[in-house]
């Protein structure tokens, strides 16, 4: 079949797709006569893509085959045709995001030693619910930790079609350099509409734990603060984002990591000891 009658079919066979189709899913749609090659559809899909060139959408190969997406530039108007907003995700849960990336398969304690602070459970829970991570293993030590590694789904979302499409590690201070990959993806259509880090009023980053920030509905927790254990509660005991990716970029592949975060008991009594002395001086006042 001439290549000018392929791509009219291939075109419309990626439109018609709710979701990226592979090589051999092309091929697939056409019948064992006609034999149709992969360096034909390969062509094909390489003038499909030419084709775009000035136009709002654009052909990309991601890591689940190839798809048609709306172009990063034109996508703040075209945003407007959904009321729904897209998810704004926490800088903690970026943070934890990246580091899984860039360092699998690892463990949940050598993510804490990097960041240094306690990675909530709730970060975990929404990697795991919209499939960007796994457990892939696990670490032959004490406690055997389960190992995460990102997922097929992951690529696709931000528009990778491999790890080796990540910029190097090495060239990474900033979350925000980040931010043009991952503030474009939006969550009902297959564009590339990531949301950006969420800060607080203040301009500081989001507390640990939160997975988005539009719930309205929060209760308000000011009182409570300084009695709640430091779980990254507070902009202060947050590490730079660059120092994480440094300290991240440092570690050796493989090593098995101690977890640097503190017990749940001394997560919950962080000042016992003082509290016991205080308590000894009330005593011995009260006896003289």
């Known amino acids: 079949m001439h290549p000018e009658q392929l791509k009219p079919i291939v075109e419309a066979a990626l439109l018609a797709s709710t979701q990226p189709m592979t090589i ?3 091929k697939a749609i056409f019948g064992e006569d006609e034999e149709i090659g992969t ?10 893509g ?85 457990v892939v293993g696990h670490r032959d030590v004490p406690g055997k930790p389960a190992l995460f590694g990102t997922t097929r789904a992951f690529l696709d979302y931000f528009n990778l ?15 925000e350099e980040l931010n043009p990959q991952m503030r474009f993806e939006g969550d009902a259509e297959p564009v590339a509409a990531r949301a950006a880090l969420p800060e607080d009023a203040a301009g500081e980053p989001a507390v640990e734990g939160e997975d988005t ?26 590490p730079d984002e660059g120092d994480a990716i440094e300290a991240a970029n440092q570690l050796p592949a493989g090593d098995d990591v101690a977890a ?15 509290e016991d002395d205080d308590a000894e001086k009330d005593t011995e006042e009260s006896r003289a």
Do not use: F
Not at 67 to 92: F, I, L, N
Not at 261 to 271: C, F, L, Q, Y
């Open 24 to 26: 051999a899913q092309l």
């Open 39 to 48: 360096d034909e559809l390969t062509q094909v899909l390489a003038a499909l």
């Open 50 to 134: 030419a084709d775009c060139e000035g136009r709002g959408v654009e052909l990309v190969e991601v890591a689940s085959g190839w798809r048609y997406q709306v172009r990063r530039e034109v996508h703040g108007w075209v945003s407007r045709m959904w009321a729904e907003k897209p998810s704004r995700y926490s800088r903690a849960l970026l943070e934890t995001l990246a580091l899984i990336a860039y360092r699998q398969p690892i463990t949940r304690p050598e993510i804490e030693q990097i960041r240094g602070v306690v990675v909530s459970s709730n970060i975990i829970k929404t990697l795991e619910e919209r499939e960007w991570i796994r």
């Open 161 to 175: 079609k491999s790890l080796d499409a990540l910029p190097p590690l090495s060239e990474i201070r900033d979350l």
């Open 213 to 238: 920030l539009n719930n309205e509905n929060t209760p308000n927790t000011d009182d409570a603060v300084a009695d709640a254990p430091a779980v990254e509660s507070a902009a202060e005991t947050t």
């Open 260 to 274: 640097a975060s503190p017990t749940a008991d001394e997560a919950e009594n962080p000042a016992s000891d003082v």
